[in-house]
């Protein structure tokens, strides 16, 4: 079943696991076309019990500033109105943790090397930038399938400071050494003792300070100490235990300096690390395919829209936008006495417009429409459109180029007989006030268009002609007044704003579900809406030429083909939709023109 965007951009495809209080998911980005995974963190609450939001942050903005290519990158960070979402580069692979639960045993020389170089040099870099892990763990450390170390997941640590590193709460038991378990100042040497318990366990298969409480791990630390790794796997070099077991000091004075010390000791003990990648590698495609064939990964929620939503998308609207921008444009000038080229010359420029800026070039192209309605003497239309056209252009269609394209596809569609739909893909693609909008401009456009082209009602039918010779068809101002001047015609031009509103409420969730019953309660909006004015029309004026029925054959025609043509729509791809309610940007577009 399709799940809701998380902020606006992101579908959600599967849970990957969580720890703590976080959760991580795999999701669709539909703007970059790629997946990624999204931490999501509760917020903390402030003293009156309300999200606190900078906090929640906090651990995005430390990863954010680690560019490494052994440290998974932090792509986006936001909050909504109660989580925070750390927004990370997909790594396609396995934990250190998963590996070792499936190879029961310890790793190899050559694999442990792999592991030791490429952690020592993402904490070494980390530390320079003066960020501490503080959670060194086989749970994140990531191996991709092509055998490269990652390591994820700086969950609690702390930049540095003027006055140094402070104390550090958290991590987990077994990879915290004994300043960190009570609390006391950390430093770099945190992280190493950390590193060093978690090479020994690759090397032993086993974890000498796992315990169930601080006070068993301090216990661990201070009274017993660990057994050398020898003494856990015999096959180990005794000069591995030296080094280790320095690491694993009790006080941090007594450590390495810092971590690239410890890795330039061990390595020389350990094996080939390119050797090392290639093993690992096939460790986790062989885990992976394994996996796969138990839970494969469901790609269908990464619907059409959902590709739609990046460049691709954004592509399309320029060149819907062109096109109709050209075509206002050729219309409007046409009526003006000019040349043929001087003609062709306006039209191109304005759809050169379009295509760099699409909500700049429409609102030109319906300035020419108004124009040339003005130079046939069609002032009721062409008042009636500067009027309404200009305040939908200024109030919605200069700040989002998807809602500037929508409402000009009503002629267009109304010339197949499918002009009802408009108001439901408006809906479906917008937020409910966009929608609403976009379906009464679309609305007037199409009823507009079909009243000059002599339609009568419902005003459903557009004829073809408009498009390629919008003068020669049977233009006449007295249709268009008297559309104008017809009550009935307002109440059915109503139902198309309430039908794209509950549509696009419908689509709130955005699943595939919501949106299909969206059709439908919509369908019934706009029926309802037609029924009314054929009522209105027959009941204070049934002997009137304009009392023609609202009703008729030609309305189901174009209630089935639009259904139809919605539902193909939704089965493409569920909507884009924000995670919470009251965000209401443009799902498909950005901002062009202000």
Sequence with gaps: MDETLILDRYRPLRDLGGGGFATVVLAWDTRMQRRVAIKRL???????????????????????????????????????????????????????AELLAASDGPLTLDETAAVVESVADALSYAHDNGVLHLDVKPENILVARDGRIKVTDFGIAELSSLSGHGPAFGGTLGYMPLEQLEGRN???????????????????????????????????????????????????????????????????????????????????????????????????????????????????????????????????????????????????????????????????????????????????????????LAATGSWPAAVALATGGGLWWWWLARRSPGSAVLPLAAPALASARLGLAQPLLAGFA????????????????????????????????VSPRLAVAPWDTAVTSVAVRQLLTTPSAYVALLAWPAAAAVMSVACSKATRFGAALGA?????????????????AMRFDPSSALAVHWVNPSLAWSMGGSLILVLAAIALGPPLRPEENGIEPDPYFEDETA
């Design 186 to 372: 950390v430093s770099v040497r945190t992280d190493e003792w950390a590193f060093a318990a978690l090479v020994y366990e690759l090397l032993t298969g086993t974890n000498p300070f796992a315990a169930d409480s601080i006070a068993d791990a301090a216990t661990r630390m201070q009274v017993f100490g660990p057994p050398a790794p020898s003494d856990c796997a015999p096959e180990l070099d005794e000069e591995l235990d030296e080094v280790l077991l320095h690491a694993l000091s009790t006080h941090p004075r007594d450590r390495f300096d810092d971590v690239a010390s410890f890795a330039d000791e061990l390595m020389p003990l350990l094996g080939d690390p390119e050797h090392g990648r290639a093993s690992l590698s096939e460790l986790v495609k062989g885990l992976k395919d394994e996996a796969s064939e138990e839970a494969p990964l469901d790609l269908a929620h990464v619907g059409l829209w959902d590709r739609l939503g990046g460049r691709l998308g954004s592509t399309l609207v320029r060149a819907l936008a062109t096109v109709q921008a050209g075509w206002l444009a050729w219309t409007g000038l046409s009526p003006l006495a000019l040349d043929r080229p001087a003609l062709m010359a306006g039209a191109a420029l304005i759809a050169l417009a379009a295509a760099l800026a699409p909500s700049l070039g429409v609102g030109l192209g319906l300035c020419c429409l108004v124009a040339g």
């Design 42 to 96: 509760p917020l903390p609450l402030d003293a009156k019990g309300r999200p606190h939001r900078q906090v929640g942050l906090a651990e995005a903005r430390t990863s954010a500033m680690l560019n490494h290519p052994a440290i998974v990158a932090v792509l986006d960070f936001d909050t909504d109105s109660d989580e925070a979402f750390i927004v990370m580069e997909y790594v396609d692979g396995a934990s250190l």
């Design 520 to 536: 439908v309660l919509g369908g019934t909006v706009l029926g309802g809406g037609y029924v009314l004015a054929d009522e209105l």
């Design 430 to 461: 917008l937020p409910p006030l966009h929608a609403a909008a976009s379906a009464l401009m679309g609305g007037a456009l199409a009823f507009l268009a079909s009243a000059a082209t002599l339609g009568s009602p419902p005003h459903l039918w």
